[in-house]
């Protein structure tokens, strides 16, 4: 037993890779993982970002050319889209009431809709009674396509909807005419807004204030803390992140809310929109120039207020770790 073990001592060591060689290769196979994972985002953003975006600014010094079918770019004409566009703001009555339409978006979606979902989503964080049939109701206008909720929404204020014989019922005998109706027409796009867009922040409030220890909530019960002084106090400063996020989505409608004017509307009755006027004008390749200057400009000047804006809140309470 001796001789065997000093013979196997005795033995040259096995030989193997070299661990360089095999980190190397390693590092290589890691490398080559990370380059093919890459390259569909990569070219995805190369080609729907870089090159819409340099193709955008392209188009609005640019003119279209009806007998040879393309964009040339004169000299002369540089700024002639930047020109009609200042134009139609300061001096289209349409034109302004689009932008005014476009810009109440904001206060609906931050001043309005956002309070009542930090309200609910602390409704159903408390875990009241029936919380779970009002989280179903509030979630499904989030689940269900916007197709289907702008259409059951406008047949609910349609003439033979259900909406007009309960206000019939309560003593109201001449309800407004809710469709086609240029003064009322366009607050009920806001009031679908704000209906609608309860349950998507709610997604997101509800989700942020499940990660709270509960343990807050019980020290909190234990030294008396009412409820709207947790709401505000408590919750609200450790939530606080995902209510700039939401705030600044919120804000981000002002340029982009077009599907629920025109499902409801069809953009008509004084409710179009700055994204649907350009979705709807598009279609015709002469626009092109100046629908891409007039989003340009937009972009231009309302982008640093969103920015500013999210700087600004950002100072309000500092991150907490839990």
């Known amino acids: 037993m001796t001789d065997e073990l000093q013979g196997a001592a005795a033995a040259p060591p096995r030989r193997g890779r070299p661990r360089k060689k095999v980190l190397k290769k390693r590092k290589l196979a890691y490398g080559v993982f990370v380059a093919v994972a890459l390259v569909y985002p990569v070219i995805r953003f190369c080609i729907m970002w870089g090159y819409v975006n340099f193709n955008s600014i392209l188009s609005t010094v640019s003119q279209y050319d009806p007998i040879k079918d393309i964009f040339v770019i004169d000299g002369s004409k540089l700024f002639l889209h930047w020109d009609l566009m200042f134009q139609r703001i300061f001096g289209d009555e349409n034109t302004r009431r689009m932008v005014l339409n476009s810009f109440l978006y904001f206060p609906v979606t931050c001043f309005i809709t956002l309070p009542l979902s930090v309200f609910f989503s602390y409704f159903l964080y408390k875990k009241v009674l029936a919380g779970s049939v009002f989280r179903v109701i509030f979630y499904l206008p989030s689940i269900l396509p916007i197709a289907v909720l702008t259409m059951s929404f406008r047949f609910a204020f349609d003439t033979n909807g259900f909406i007009n014989p309960m206000l019939r019922a309560l003593g109201f005998n001449d309800p407004p005419i809710w469709w086609g109706n240029s003064s009322v027409t366009p607050s009920m796009v806001f009031v679908y807004c704000v209906w609608a867009g309860l349950g998507f922040n709610i997604v997101l409030l509800g989700g942020a204030m499940s990660r709270v220890p509960i343990e807050l909530s019980e020290c909190g019960r234990l030294e008396g803390i009412g409820f709207i002084r947790e709401l505000f106090q408590v919750m609200i400063p450790l939530v606080w992140p995902t209510i700039v996020t939401t705030f600044i989505l919120g ?72």
């Not at 009755?269 to 994204?275: A, D, E, H, Q, V």
């Not at 002469?286 to 937009?298: I, Y």
């Open 251 to 322: 804000m981000s409608s002002v340029l982009t809310v077009f599907l629920q004017p025109l499902f409801l509307t069809g953009g008509g009755f004084g409710s179009g929109t700055i994204s649907l006027y350009i979705f709807t004008n598009y279609g015709d390749t002469s626009q092109g120039p100046f629908l891409a200057a007039f989003g340009l400009f937009c972009t231009l000047c309302y982008v640093p207020v969103i920015l500013l804006t999210r700087w600004f809140m950002n100072r309000f309470f500092s991150n907490v770790s839990y």
